[in-house]
Structures are given as C-alpha cells and as structure tokens.
C-alpha cells in the first residue's frame, strides 16, 4: 500500500471516529411539527404555534363504544374517576353534573362581574319590573322546582344568563348523565394533559394512562366487548411517530438486505460487496453527523432517508468495481471515472441544495444529510476505497450481461422519435391539466391517514367542539390590552350575531373580563339604599312576598366592592381551561382569541372587522390561511427546484464545455421527469412539495446515468462495463428508492416511489436517447 | 335533542342551564327527611293497586293545581285539562292564567307555550331530575312498578276505596329539589299529586276525571 493510501485511510478512519463521536451525542426527534412550512406573517406564526403547543394540540378526544349503553355510561364514569386525580391530565370531562358543580359555583358568586348584561339599566325600575315579569312566568311553569329557589338571590336572572352563554357554545347529548354520541352508540369524554402536544414521550405516557384506566374501568362494569377510541393531535402525533420509527427501520434494513443480494449476485464476492457498503455507511454517518451539528437535532423522517441514500451512493462503488478489470486495476479506474463520477456527485448535490433553502426545517435537514453523505461516499470511494480492493479483481457477469444489454441499446434507437413524440404528447397533456394535479392544501401533508381523520371528524362533531375555522384574533401588549380589545370586538360580533351574519362567537373576556369591564359593572350596580328603592317600586303589583329579595340587595352590594377577578381566580374550574385555550402569550405579545361559528355572511362579517381598524384585530380563516401559507411554500420550493434544475445545466454546460453533449446528458432525465409526472398524475396521486423534491433528485441520481452513456465516455471507457455497472446502479437504486415507495409516511412514499419509477426511466431514456455504441 | 324554532332553542338552553343549575343547589341540600310510613295489611297492596291502574287504558280530567311559594304572598293556581294514553302518553294543557301545554311521549318532553311563542322538545334522558318528577306521574297512571321503584322508594297507605303512594325520591340530587310527591286516589283514580319541596315550596294538583 502506498504511503498516500495509508494516510487516505487513517483520515477515513478518523473521520468515521469524529462521526461516531457526534452522532452517539445526537438527539433524535420526531416532531413533525419540523415538516411544516416557518411561518412569514404574524397570524401564520400564531397557526403554527398553536398546532405545536397551543391547548387544542394538548386535547384527547376520547370515545367508548360496543357495549349496552348503560354499560359504556359505566365505563366512562368509571374511567374518569380513575384519571380524575392523574396528575398527567390538567383535566378530564365526561359531562357528568357533579364535575360542573365547581363551575357553578364560581359562575354564581362572581356573577356580577361575569355577566356582560349588568349595566345600569338592569337595575333601574323599568329593567327590575321586566325582569321580575318573566322569572313569575317561569314560576308558573314546571320548570319552577329549578327555578325558585335561585329567585331572591338573582332576580336579574344573571346566573342563567351566563349558563346560557356557556352552553351557547354547544356541547354533546347525554345519556345516564354522561356524554354521548347523538345515536347513543358511543360514550364520549375529553382530556387535556399537562404536557404540551409536541412532548411525545409524555405524550405517550398520557395515553398509555388513558388505555389502562379504560382496561380496568372495562373490566369492573363487565364491558368486556367495549372498545377505546382515542384521537387528537397529540394521539396522531404518537402514533405517527411510531409509524416514522417502524418505516426507517424496516425500510432501510429491507433496502440495504435486497441490494446487497443483487450486488452479491453480480460480484460473486462477500469482501467486494462488504467493501460497496463502505461508501454508503461512511455517508450515512457524516449526513448524520452533519445534520446534527447543523441543526441540533435529526428528525426520524431524515433518518428514514438514510435507506435512500444507501440507493445512490452505493452506485459510486458500483462503477469502481464493474469498471475494474484485470487490465485496469482499482486506482487506474478510479482515475480514468473520477471525472465523470465527480461531476454526478456535483449534479447530485446542486439539486439537494434546493431542499436546504426550501423553508421547511425538515427537508432542510434532508437536504443537508444528502449532500454530506454523497460527498463523503464520493470521496470514500475515490480515496480509500481502490486501496482496498483485491488485486485483479474483475466482476465476471459482465461477460454474460454485457452483450445482452449492448445488444438492447443498440436496437433502442429505433425507439428515438416514438419515445420523443411520446413525451411532447404528455408534455401538451401535462400542461393542459393546469393547477389541478397540485394538492394545494396543507392538510396534503399531514402525516395522519384518512381513516383516523374521518374518525377524529366523527369524534369532533358528537363533542359539539365547535368548527374553529373562523376566528378573529386580537392582539395586544399585555392581557388586559388583549381583553379590552376583545371586549370591544364582543360587540360588534353580538351584533353580527343578531342580524344573522353569524351563528355565534365565544370570547375569552365571557370567562375572564378585563378589569376595565369588571369595574364597569361594578359601577352599574346602584347603592343599596337606591336598589331597594328602585325594587320596592318595580315589585309594587307583583305577587313577591316582600323582603323576598334581600339576598339579592346583599349581594349586589358584596358585588359592587369585590375585588375585580385575575386569571388565578378561575383556577380549578373548566372556565380556566376555556381562558388559557383561548388567550396566549407568545414573544411579549399577548393574544385573544375569538372562534367564530356558522359564518353565514363572510363579506359582511369582514366589513365589520375591518371597520374595527387596523390595529391588533385580524379575521383569521385557518383553512385558507394555512393552505395560502402552504401554496407561498410550494412556490418557493418550486422556484428553488428550478433554480437548481438550471444551475445543474449550467454545471453540465461547462463541465462538458459543449452545449450539445449538455443537451445530450439533460434530454433524456427531461423526459423522464415529464414521463414520473404523468404516471403519478395518471395514478391519481396529487403532487406535493415532496414530489418536486423527489423530482430534483431522480435529475442528481439520473444525471449519473446519462454522463456515463454519453459519447465520449462510452468510447474512452470498455462499453461492456459501462453498461453492466449502470444496470447494477440503477437496480440498487430503484430498490433503495421502491422500498421506501411502500412506506406509511407520506413525505417518504412520495419521494421513494417518485425517483425509483423517474430513475429508472432515466436509465432507459438515456439508453434510447444518449448511449451510441461504438462498433 | 330535537329543538323547535328560533325561540325554542333558547329556551331549551335555558332549560339545560337549569339542570346545571339545580346541580348546583343539590350541593347545598339537607338530607331526605325521614317519614313514617306505614305499611298496610296484606291482601290489597301495591301490586294490586298497580294493576288495577295499569287497566286503564284512556283517562280525561280537568285539574286545578296550586303552587304554594314562600317567595309569593299568594298561590299561583293554573287550572287545564290531563289526557292520559297508555302506555306512557301524557298531555297537561294549562288553561289559565297563561296557556301551556306539556306533553310526554316516550322518552320526549315538548313544552309549548302560545304566550311566549315557544316549543320545545327534549329528551327526559339528558334532564335527570324532570324525567323522575315525570315518571311520579305517568308510571302511577300507567301502573308501572318498576318505573316507579327505580326513581323512588314506593310506600302505600290506606285501602282500596281511598289510598295514598308515598314516594321519597332515590336520588340525592332529587332530593335536593323535591323531598315527597304524595299521590291519592280511589280504586283506579288519581285524585290528588302534592309535590313538597325540600325548600318548603309546595304544590297541590286535584284531579277530576271526566271521561275514559
């Protein structure tokens, strides 16, 4: 071994030392949260941090069906009495009453700060008279054994004023005193944990508590037959994860297993095909190394991506050891493919450069792993890899394969025009089907199937959880300033609401008003001397036994100088949970927000807004606001990958300093990528953004192909080899890249199945278009 | 639950916020008071009375009811008509002073209420506490024991010719609104429902039947 290759493999050694040394200190994350665009604007950021960790991304939805229903009232109520005290969960509601007492409670005894109709005509005598009017009305109704004993305590009827406003907000239908669905065939109640959405080790611990206490709770009421749903972002987020997990696992060792068979095949030599996994096993440690240094972390879906690295960057050994020969040994071959090697790993890497701008932290980290792992293999296989190889080594299916495949190509040309009119024919076809094969929603992306998504769907609508679609979202420098404003939006929602322009609207200021409002309220209520007054006038002819309303006088009074409620007043209360869901402070910006249900009038309700002025009031509609945050990223991606298909030319044009033998190299990976398109279109999936990253990566992986069939590489080199290494490297690819086709995960299905079906047309179209053989 | 127009929802919801609030007051409630009922003698009992009830299948009757309300110097009176259709159809249509009608139909209570332009239907399942003062009605009309027995402890007095049902409600949120329905009659008739409130308040309804 020569002087240069020992120092070549000691710097291999030690770098693969370095690597180990990163990636055993690396952390590894699932969040999927890393797959979704950075936001640009104010309200996108809010979309954004409320999927992360807002209190909707901490919400289990829960469901028990399959048993009698008094059975599954058992279960639930047994269920929640297990969980009550778990301190995993901030709360847990199955709708039975006693768990609302609290709730009540506090509703009635701040009551006169709470309720937005205390104002001062409430309690002038006409506002008494016809208050005191409809409570007698309601006395000569059966409802009275409820309603009577309320009655000297709140004349105004202020406490049922804001029962109503909380169940305004809808809630499901009960059976046996708890939660059901609307055809009684499934118990429903909900959880929040303590731990935010994006924690999915506690997380899992959450629902793992859940599904115990519903086994015992199932067990006690001889349920046996009952079944457990969970849903919810953060169920969706475990069990993708575990999902991302079993595919990058499985997918890579199914990958590396299948092409080391057919490499073991070809090469006849445990030690060769040890030596081709080298490069690959060296670039997987650096793209790691790199990704964790880079961004602090690697994301489980960057990881998956490992196995379709192995496809790539196993091709760089393939074409030293097909290309070796008795006549040409190792460090000859290298020299002689190098620059044609050196220039696919460049195409290769500008084309990842795109994903490293795209936006998205996650195809970042996969841009940034691609790139590190194929320079890495590359240079493995440069340097240290013909050091290793036995000397007069030559892979003998060559003889076999080659004439084979020389024989092909050369009737292939007979293919040239049908194959060109072919793909202008799909090219006209393409470009007349528009927008309409992009998925431009950003819901294309999640991770979660649509069986769980109809599923969580079924569960949303028999909770009666409103349908945020719609929100208005206030913003403010500190809490009050946010409710305040709230308060005034209130108002002109009330209205909206009247006039039918919308259904109805919830406000965190119906759970905790701003001081400013508490103290108005205060002011409203009239001193003791004149409220008696008052009253004794408005009772005059009415049947109410006098004195009846003295508890009501003293507590009026208590109302008028209690001190105003802060946030912790609320604590222990669902009230609390409600305030904290919708008010949020987030980088010394407070935000209140204000769910909107049933917009009937979209244009006019954002009249009123913008009537509202500019300041700190905007009207959010999530569904276009996240797909319009989606579509800005799918542009942005789709200029980048241009950007990069066009430096890629232009590499090509000076590196060959020929346009023509560009133009050869880039004919044959364009109609292949117009072919991939067409045959996803025609199988009915809709392009995402992973497609056109895919797509980016079947011109890196394609380019090889078609630099290696081009002219004057065919005839410096011996064709037979040529041609077998790349039927080899285009076999470990397509497997590399097909395993990955059948994932569960969607970003790596769409990029697996994409490049294997566009890398291998590249090596057929490169075969028909480029390759001439010589004779 | 089924809602009517516009009006009736609200009311409904209304309806809802009183279940909660009655939650609430159940909180607060003294314990069941202890009565002394007697047990009659053998022979006639319970059963036999449920059974000659039950036979009825249609029964017609005006009603005067009175509520006394500590909160009001005088008795509310409401005066109507009770329509009773086996098995389990109940219609109690007030007359005066203000014209309502209530009616029950297998699991459905609908109030309406041509005064305030009101109707409203729901589920006797989701509202606890009315579905038993209801069934203190109908099940005794419909001579339906083990109605009865699931929302009250049933104890009888008297005879034949003149007995009284005690029922003490099992439910201590029950309790809490309504301590004692005291139900009176003749052989197959209802006569007389008091209704005590554990608050003091009390109601008396007499019944005069009219026709089958």
Not at chain 1, 89 to 98: E, T
Not at chain 1, 110 to 138: H, I, K, M, T
Not at chain 2, 175 to 185: D, E, K, P, Q, T
């Amino acid at each position: 071994m020569t002087f240069q290759g020992r120092l070549a493999i000691g710097a291999w050694l030690s770098f693969v030392a370095a690597c180990i040394f990163v990636v055993a200190r690396t952390q590894f994350s699932t969040d999927l949260a890393a797959f979704l665009p950075r936001a640009p604007t104010a309200a996108q950021q809010i979309l954004v941090d409320e999927l992360r960790d807002g209190v909707v991304s901490r919400l289990i939805l829960i469901g028990i069906e399959g048993a009698p229903q008094d059975r599954l009232a058992g279960v639930s109520r047994e269920l929640a009495a297990r969980l009550e005290h778990d301190a995993r969960f901030a709360y847990l509601a199955n709708g039975a009453q006693d768990r609302l007492r609290a709730d009540g409670e506090f509703l009635l005894r701040n009551r006169y700060l709470l309720s937005d109709a205390v104002a001062p005509e409430r309690f002038s005598v006409a506002g008494l008279r016809a208050a005191l009017g409809r409570q007698l009305d309601l006395l000569g109704s059966p409802l009275s054994v409820l309603v009577g004993p309320l009655l000297p305590r709140d004349p105004t009827g202020e406490f049922l004023h804001l029962l109503e406003q909380l169940r305004e907000q809808g809630g499901p239908e009960k059976r046996g005193s708890v939660w059901f669905s609307r055809d009684g065939s499934r118990a429903l109640l909900v959880a929040q944990t303590r731990a935010p959405g994006f924690d999915l080790d506690a997380q899992e611990q959450a629902q793992a508590a859940i599904r115990a206490a519903f086994e015992q709770a199932a067990r006690e009421q001889r349920a046996d037959a009952a079944r457990l749903l969970l849903s919810g972002p953060g169920v969706f987020a475990v069990s993708s994860r575990a999902g991302i997990k079993r595919d990058a696992l499985h997918f890579s060792l199914i990958a590396t297993i299948l092409v080391s068979v057919v490499l073991l095949i070809a090469y006849r030599s445990v030690r060769v095909l040890g030596l081709t996994l080298v490069p690959v096993a060296s670039g997987v440690l650096a793209g790691i190394a790199a990704v964790s240094l880079g961004f602090g972390s690697v994301h489980g879906i960057t990881l998956g991506f490992g196995a379709t690295l192995i496809g790539e960057a196993v091709d760089y050994a393939i074409y030293l050891f097909t290309n070796a020969s008795a006549a040409s040994p190792p460090q000859a071959t290298i020299k002689r493919i190098w620059p044609t090697l050196r220039l696919g790993v460049l195409t290769s890497v500008l084309g990842c450069a795109a994903l490293l701008f795209s936006g998205f932290p996650g195809l970042a980290q996969l841009g940034l792993f691609t790139i590190a792992g194929l320079v890495t293999a590359a240079a493995v296989t440069r340097w240290v890899l013909p050091e290793l190889v036995p000397h007069g080594y030559s892979v003998k299916s060559v003889d076999t394969l080659a004439p084979v495949l020389l024989r092909l190509i050369a009737h292939g040309r007979a293919l040239r025009v049908p194959l060109v009119a072919t793909v202008l024919v799909l090219a006209v076809w393409l470009a007349l089907q528009g927008a309409t094969p992009w998925n431009d929603e950003l819901s294309g992306l999640s991770p979660v199937s649509s069986s769980d998504q109809s599923m969580d769907e079924t569960l949303r609508k028999d909770l009666g959880a409103p349908d945020v679609r719609q929100l208005v979202v206030v913003m403010g420098d500190s809490e009050q300033a946010a409710l305040e404003t709230a308060e005034r939006v209130g108002v002109v929602l009330a209205g909206l609401q009247s006039s039918g322009v919308l259904a109805g609207y919830d406000s965190p200021a119906r759970y905790l008003p701003s001081v400013a409002a508490q103290h108005a309220r205060q002011r409203a209520i009239p001193d003791a001397g004149k409220l008696r007054r008052n009253l004794a006038e408005a009772v005059a002819g009415l049947p109410f036994r006098a004195g009846t309303f003295a508890p009501f006088i003293e507590e009026t009074q208590t109302a008028k100088r209690q001190p105003a409620l802060m946030r912790e007043d609320l604590h222990g209360t669902a009230l609390a949970l409600k305030l904290e869901a919708l008010v949020a402070q987030r980088r010394a910006q407070w935000f209140a927000m204000l769910p909107l249900r049933g917009v009937a009038d979209a244009s006019a309700l954002e009249q009123e807004i913008a009537r509202l002025g500019p300041q700190g009031v905007v009207l959010l509609d999530l569904k276009r606001e996240s797909d319009a945050l989606y579509q800005g990223y799918l542009a942005r991606v789709l200029k980048f990958a241009l950007l990069g298909a066009a430096a890629i030319a232009l590499l090509l044009a000076a590196a060959l300093r020929s346009l023509r033998r560009a133009w050869e190299v880039l004919a044959p990976l364009a109609a292949a990528v117009i072919v991939t398109v067409a045959i996803l279109i025609a199988g009915g999936d809709r392009l995402n953004i992973f497609h056109v990253v895919a797509l980016l990566l079947v011109i890196g992986v394609g380019s090889n192909y078609t630099l290696f069939f081009e002219h004057r590489n065919m005839a410096n080199a011996s064709p037979e080899r040529t041609v077998t290494s790349l039927l080899f490297c285009n076999l470990s690819t397509v497997i590399g890249f097909g395993v990955i086709g059948f994932a569960s995960t969607p970003v790596l299905s769409a990029i697996g199945s994409t490049v294997a079906i566009g890398a291998f047309l590249s090596l057929v179209f490169a075969a028909i278009l480029t390759a001439r053989v010589p004779r | 639950m089924i809602s009517g127009p516009v009006p009736g929802r609200r009311a409904e919801r209304l309806l809802a916020a009183l279940a909660i609030a009655l939650a609430l007051c159940a909180g607060r409630s003294a314990a069941a008071q202890e009565s002394g009922l007697q047990q009659n003698g053998a022979g006639w009992g319970v059963q036999q009375l449920m059974r000659e009830l039950g036979a009825v299948k249609r029964s017609q009757a005006r009603f005067v009811e009175r509520k006394y309300l500590k909160i009001l110097n005088a008795p509310l009176e409401l005066r109507g008509t009770l329509t009773y259709v086996a098995p389990g159809n109940l219609e109690k249509r007030t007359l005066s002073p203000k014209p309502e009608t209530l009616t029950v139909e297998g699991d459905r209570l609908t109030m309406e209420s041509a005064a305030r332009n009101e109707r409203r239907t729901l589920r006797l399942q989701d509202y606890p506490v009315l579905w038993a003062f209801v069934e203190s009605i109908r099940s005794t009309l419909g001579g339906d024991i083990a109605a009865l027995e699931r929302f009250y402890r049933v104890e009888l007095e008297g005879g034949r010719a003149r007995w009284r049902l005690y029922l003490v409600p099992r439910d201590p949120d029950m309790r809490a609104v309504i301590s004692l329905i005291n139900i009176g009659g003749s052989r197959d008739r209802v006569e007389r429902i008091e209704v005590q409130e554990a608050r003091g308040d009390r109601s008396v309804m007499n019944i005069y039947e009219q026709g089958r």
